[in-house]
């Protein structure tokens, strides 16, 4: 038996006080001997999977006590048996589904009739789990004021360290028909109190409160942690089982919701319903929410390059435009000098065109550049100059009508640009020889642009660039996105990572044209950066270093200091700097700036690279 379920002596009084309300089986009428069927309760609905045995069927009169009330969203309650069977498998709570705001309060005592059902956030092609309900109720309140179930503790001691089952091969790899098993696997855990009351108590926080008012705690301290307070996610198997979403339950213009960064603490006591949602799954909807208690945590300035080092930096600018407050500007300009030592190259992602979404064919991104190379200059920084290729309208992903580019600033008292017959949107650049050394046919220009990994995503951005007299390749990528892929919670384990086949495709065509570079001159200088949307140990990352052509350069890290991006409490790389084998003595800095705090002017931390050709 878990000990942290609610199954002990102290649930006698509750029962008690059920039973006089009419609230559980052995009501006055039931023990005067009325002939009536057994009563479906909560852990019948719930049953020992995910999938309720009744789904679908009609309930009449299940028991409960209100643990909690949302009246947003997703509108209902949560009730729970206070009288637990004896299977840790059985959920003894459930959340009943109102669609208009619920008319009961936290402690009723009630009696629901309803359609079971298994509600799937997001859709069935998310290949989220689903979450057992009962809908169209007919809800009777017996009392009020009752106490709670007592709240089941999730902590260090109890959730294991196994994340999720295998899913069953003759069910497309989904693990839905398995019998939950939660002192084994943490997945099982979790849902073995979907619906419950639990409690956490003070626990890291590994995900800064986001726009959507919710926060990323761990329960689990000690598990992969970043340098910084974050939870590392280091490989496909190291998930992260202490990670749970926290979310509140009072409305925000009733109690705003606490502002958190990462390595802050949740002190005290915070208690909820367990519920399950699209963007996160398992989430702890707080009834009573903890207090934040602040770290110490500031974005990091990384060192300034010496005078023969060349600085090559990329930052995922997230879809700037003029249309932008001059604050962002202000701040990602303030960044590039504060926190990057302006550095010689800054290869820039997600540069909108000059109106931004407004979907009327403009692809020029000239107001953009211009507006933020002013707000360098403003901070302090030095001149910059661009170079960069306007995509074909809406041909190259992001958002509709804003035309994403890849971006080189550089500093011409630094470095100078080696301009080769500037490409276009369609024309490829090539590999070829001037002087005997490997040279670009078009720079800057984009590298296969019609090759079909290309489709819908940006174009490689391909520069020649000459620091202290020696020639520098640099590749600007923006790989496609990990949309359409299933969570870590999925139904499916492991889950379907859909979009990796699209940038296993671009790493091999970018690393086939850095192979090109290599064959006209072994000893070139060769940087692919950028936004790769893949982890150092992905088979994207593979295939760019396929061959020893190129070196992903983070790996140089200590591994507590290796990402770049915080999703779901997950700190990852996503932004990468790869170097050729000529690039041999450098020294490689995620610069965490924005990934760990609520306040960002991005969600990526750029990445320097300091290096002598």
């Given at each position: 038996?878990?000990?942290?379920?609610?199954?002990?002596?102290?649930?006698?009084?509750?029962?008690?006080?059920?039973?006089?309300?009419?609230?559980?089986?052995?009501?006055?009428?039931?023990?005067?001997?009325?002939?009536?069927?057994?009563?479906?309760?909560?852990?019948?609905?719930?049953?020992?999977?995910?999938?309720?045995?009744?789904?679908?069927k009609q309930v009449a009169d299940v028991a409960g006590i209100v643990t909690g009330v949302r009246t947003y969203g997703s509108r209902g309650f949560w009730m729970q048996d206070p009288d637990a069977d004896d299977n840790d498998a059985t959920s003894e709570g459930v959340f009943v589904f109102t669609s208009s705001v619920p008319t009961v309060a936290v402690g009723d005592a009630v009696k629901v009739s309803g359609l079971v059902g298994e509600y799937i956030?997001?859709?069935?092609?998310?290949?989220?789990?689903?979450?057992?309900?009962?809908?169209?109720?007919?809800?009777?309140?017996?009392?009020?004021g009752n106490a709670?179930?007592?709240?089941?503790?999730?902590?260090?001691?109890?959730?294991?360290?196994?994340?999720?089952?295998?899913?069953?091969?003759?069910?497309?790899?989904?693990?839905?028909?398995?019998?939950?098993d939660p002192s084994r696997y943490a997945l099982d855990f979790y849902e073995s109190l979907e619906g419950m009351n639990v409690k956490i108590g003070t626990s890291r926080v590994v995900g800064a409160t986001d726009p959507h008012s919710e926060l990323w705690v761990t329960v689990k301290g000690w598990e992969n942690t970043a340098k910084r307070g974050g939870t590392l996610y280091g490989s496909y198997e190291s998930q992260n089982t202490g990670r749970l979403q926290i979310q509140q339950l009072a409305p925000l213009a009733q109690q705003p919701f606490?502002?958190?960064?990462?390595?802050?603490?949740?002190?005290?006591?915070?208690?909820?319903p367990l519920d399950f949602n699209q963007f996160g799954g398992y989430t702890l909807v707080a009834r009573a929410l903890g207090t934040v208690k602040a770290g110490t945590l500031a974005p990091e300035k990384t060192k300034a390059q010496a005078a023969n080092e060349l600085a090559v930096a990329t930052y995922n600018v997230e879809n700037l435009d003029p249309s932008d407050p001059q604050e962002k500007f202000d701040n990602l300009a303030k960044a590039v000098v504060a926190n990057l030592a302006s550095p010689d190259i800054l290869a820039l992602e997600e540069i909108q065109d000059d109106n931004g979404a407004k979907n009327d064919g403009t692809v020029s991104a000239?107001?953009?550049?211009?507006?933020?190379?002013?707000?360098?200059?403003?901070?302090?920084?030095?001149?910059?100059?661009?170079?960069?290729?306007?995509?074909?309208?809406?041909?190259?992903?992001?958002?509709?009508?804003?035309?994403?580019?890849?971006?080189?600033?550089?500093?011409?008292?630094?470095?100078s640009f080696t301009d080769r017959a500037a490409g276009d949107s369609v024309t490829p650049t090539a590999v070829t020889q001037?002087?005997?050394?490997?040279?670009?046919?078009?720079?800057?220009?984009?590298?296969?642009?019609?090759?079909?990994?290309?489709?819908?995503?940006?174009?490689?951005?391909?520069?020649?660039?000459?620091?202290?007299?020696?020639?520098?390749f640099v590749i600007a990528n923006h790989f496609g996105s990990k949309g359409g892929d299933e969570g870590l919670t999925s139904v499916h384990q492991p889950p379907v990572r859909s979009s990796e086949a699209k940038r296993l495709l671009q790493a091999q065509a970018v690393n086939g044209f850095v192979k090109q570079l290599l064959a006209a001159d072994k000893n070139a200088s060769v940087l692919a950066v950028g936004d790769i949307n893949d982890f150092e140990f992905s088979a994207t990352a593979q295939a760019l270093e396929d061959g020893g052509a190129l070196y992903s350069a983070i790996k140089s890290l200590p591994k507590a200091e290796r990402y770049s991006y915080v999703y779901q409490g997950n700190a990852q790389v996503l932004d990468q700097i790869l170097t050729s084998p000529a690039i041999k003595n450098f020294t490689y800095d995620s610069v965490h700036i924005n990934a760990e705090f609520s306040a960002q002017n991005s969600d990526h931390d750029p990445q320097v690279l300091r290096f002598r050709p």
């Open positions: 038996m878990r000990s942290s379920h609610p199954r002990s002596a102290a649930v006698s009084a509750l029962v008690a006080t059920a039973l006089a309300t009419g609230l559980l089986a052995g009501t006055a009428d039931a023990a005067e001997g009325s002939a009536s069927a057994e009563p479906i309760r909560i852990h019948d609905i719930q049953g020992t999977t995910r999938i309720s045995p009744l789904n679908g956030p997001g859709g069935v092609s998310s290949g989220n789990q689903s979450v057992t309900q009962i809908s169209k109720p007919a809800v009777t309140v017996l009392s009020s709670l179930p007592e709240a089941t503790a999730i902590n260090e001691y109890n959730v294991p360290a196994e994340y999720a089952p295998a899913g069953d091969p003759a069910a497309a790899g989904s693990i839905n028909g398995l019998t939950l606490p502002v958190a960064n990462v390595g802050d603490k949740l002190t005290g006591t915070t208690e909820g000239e107001q953009t550049l211009t507006k933020f190379t002013a707000a360098i200059a403003a901070a302090g920084g030095p001149a910059y100059q661009w170079r960069t290729i306007s995509p074909e309208n809406n041909k190259d992903g992001g958002e509709p009508g804003g035309n994403i580019r890849q971006v080189f600033l550089f500093n011409p008292a630094r470095v001037v002087d005997g050394k490997a040279a670009l046919t078009h720079s800057p220009g984009r590298i296969d642009p019609a090759n079909p990994a290309w489709a819908d995503s940006r174009k490689p951005l391909a520069g020649e660039f000459v620091f202290k007299g020696k020639t520098v």
